[in-house]
Nanobody, 122 residues
Framework: QVQLVESGGGLVQAGGSLRLSCTASGSSITISVMGWYRQAPGKQRDLVAT???????NYADSVKGRFTISRDNAKNTVYLQMNSLKPEDTAVYYC????????????????WGQGTQVTVSS
């Protein structure tokens, strides 16, 4: 019933910018929190940023001041604007959404996108 579709990944030079997008599709879904996580080769999957329905954002220390997360509630879409990219930002970026369906009572469902590759060259 629910699917997350990501776009915007690619190959950029150090210091460049990318904008990731993720849209959650589904009938009458209510989204609580949306966010981005990343996983580099040989490393754990880590939180990058999250944004609540009211707009409150949380960032990993490594991206503060460089990345900005935002959302369009009408489109069920979350964005990640990435500026001043560094080679260490290279990873697969995964979209995450916590939401409920109309029939749900008092719990949130957790959904993940397929991931999009971001590669930053030096």
């Amino acid at each position: 019933q629910v699917q997350l579709v990501e776009s915007g990944g690619g190959l950029v030079q150090a210091g460049g910018s990318l904008r990731l997008s993720c849209t959650a599709s589904g009938s009458s879904i209510t989204i609580s929190v949306m966010g981005w996580y990343r996983q580099a080769p040989g490393k754990q999957r880590d939180l990058v940023a999250t944004v609540a329905s009211g707009g409150s954002a949380n960032y990993a220390d490594s991206v503060k001041g460089r990345f900005t997360i935002s959302r369009d509630n009408a489109k069920n879409t979350v964005y990640l604007q990435m500026n001043s990219l560094k080679p260490e930002d290279t990873a697969v970026y995964y979209c995450n959404s916590k939401l409920r369906l109309p029939s749900d009572k008092g719990f949130l469902r957790n959904y993940w996108g397929q991931g999009t590759q971001v590669t930053v060259s030096s």
